[in-house]
């Protein structure tokens, strides 16, 4: 937990500090697990010329991946209140429309039901529950306008609102994770870390490609691939954003979902891009 603190206490005395992921550690250690195995391990793991590095966060960006780690939580206990309720209701023989806003809505008359539809006790436990929910959605209301306060100071969180689907919450995300995205020399690899590639089991002059691989930053890869179904549900915007023949090409050979998923890796692509060369998105003609 305190690594990038150390990394930048070193770097501040004038050491090259480096952070590894232990997985990329683990198979450098031979016998039994001690300390000076483990020093001797990342040691020989940091010379290798393949090793993969973490790059050092800053305060500030520590700073805001707890505002998305604290909302990320707080919609979680949403959720969890929401099906409670609605699964007390369905014990209860009341079913409601899928969708936050319906069950808001429908709330009142239910609670308005006669008692033997709904007892007073489950009644007035909905009611708390119905509580729990609204000071949940006060607390994640006021994290998102702060984090969209702080993406508009930023200038690499601007340049990442112009790129098609993605908005303050992702666009900050984003800049939490990786900064500038040096730490990764192309787009592909930022979409790899992000799990958004197939994962391969090849042998011999076989390629095997599976389902994607999932491995890495798991809120980042959710919001991407919410970012490209808001793309693909919004049909009139494709050309504006220079993705119309790439999209009508691809659904022509993948299902929906697989399509989300191609898309949710070429907006990736293209948020590394616009971090790491410092230029908003623009749309080039084909």
Same mark, same amino acid.
């Given at each position: 937990?305190?690594?990038?603190?150390?990394?930048?206490?070193?770097?501040?005395?004038?050491?090259?500090?480096?952070?590894?992921?232990?997985?990329?550690?683990?198979?450098?250690?031979?016998?039994?697990?001690?300390?000076?195995?483990?020093?001797?391990?990342i040691a020989e793991a940091v010379q290798r010329p393949t090793m993969k590095f973490v790059a050092t966060k800053t305060a500030e960006q520590l700073d805001l991946q707890a505002l998305h780690r604290v909302r990320e939580r707080l919609v979680?206990?949403?959720?969890?209140?929401?099906?409670?309720?609605?699964?007390?209701?369905?014990?209860?023989?009341?079913?409601?429309?899928?969708?936050?806003?319906?069950?808001?809505?429908?709330? %009142?008359?239910?609670?308005?039901?006669?008692?033997?539809?709904?007892?007073?006790?489950?009644?007035?436990?909905?009611?708390?529950?119905?509580?729990?929910?609204?000071?949940?959605?006060?607390?994640?209301?006021?994290?998102?306008?702060?984090?969209?306060?702080?993406?508009?100071?930023?200038?690499?969180?601007?340049?990442?609102?112009?790129?098609?689907?993605?908005?303050?919450?992702?666009?900050?995300?984003?800049?939490?994770?990786?900064?500038?995205?040096?730490?990764?020399?192309?787009?592909?690899?930022?979409?790899?870390?992000?799990?958004?590639?197939?994962?391969?089991?090849?042998?011999?002059?076989?390629?095997?490609?599976?389902?994607?691989?999932?491995?890495?930053?798991?809120?980042?890869?959710?919001?991407?691939?919410?970012?490209?179904?808001?793309?693909?549900?919004?049909?009139?915007?494709?050309?504006?954003?220079?993705?119309? %023949?790439?999209?009508?090409?691809?659904?022509?050979?993948?299902?929906?979902?697989?399509?989300?998923?191609?898309?949710?890796?070429?907006?990736?692509?293209?948020?590394?891009?616009?971090?790491?060369?410092?230029?908003?998105?623009?749309?080039?003609?084909?």
């Amino acid at each position: 937990v305190g690594a990038h603190h150390l990394s930048r206490k070193l770097k501040a005395l004038g050491h090259d500090a480096r952070l590894m992921p232990a997985k990329y550690v683990r198979p450098y250690s031979k016998g039994q697990k001690n300390d000076f195995r483990d020093a001797e391990a990342i040691a020989e793991a940091v010379q290798r010329p393949t090793m993969k590095f973490v790059a050092t966060k800053t305060a500030e960006q520590l700073d805001l991946q707890a505002l998305h780690r604290v909302r990320e939580r707080l919609v979680s206990q949403r959720t969890g209140v929401v099906n409670q309720i609605r699964a007390f209701l369905l014990e209860r023989g009341v079913a409601v429309r899928q969708g936050l806003r319906f069950l808001r809505a429908e709330l %009142p008359r239910i609670l308005a039901t006669p008692p033997d539809v709904l007892s007073l006790r489950m009644a007035r436990l909905i009611e708390d529950l119905a509580e729990d929910w609204r000071r949940l959605d006060e607390r994640i209301d006021h994290l998102s306008d702060e984090i969209t306060a702080l993406a508009r100071q930023d200038a690499g969180c601007e340049r990442l609102v112009s790129v098609p689907g993605i908005g303050p919450i992702i666009s900050s995300a984003v800049v939490a994770a990786i900064g500038n995205g040096d730490a990764f020399s192309k787009g592909r690899d930022f979409a790899a870390w992000l799990g958004l590639v197939p994962k391969q089991i090849s042998t011999g002059d076989r390629t095997i490609l599976g389902k994607i691989s999932k491995r890495g930053n798991r809120y980042l890869r959710v919001l991407f691939v919410q970012a490209a179904w808001v793309v693909l549900i919004k049909p009139q915007s494709w050309e504006r954003h220079g993705l119309k %023949p790439w999209i009508e090409a691809a659904k022509k050979r993948l299902h929906r979902n697989v399509l989300a998923i191609a898309l949710a890796n070429k907006l990736a692509r293209i948020a590394w891009s616009v971090l790491a060369r410092g230029r908003s998105f623009e749309v080039r003609p084909a």
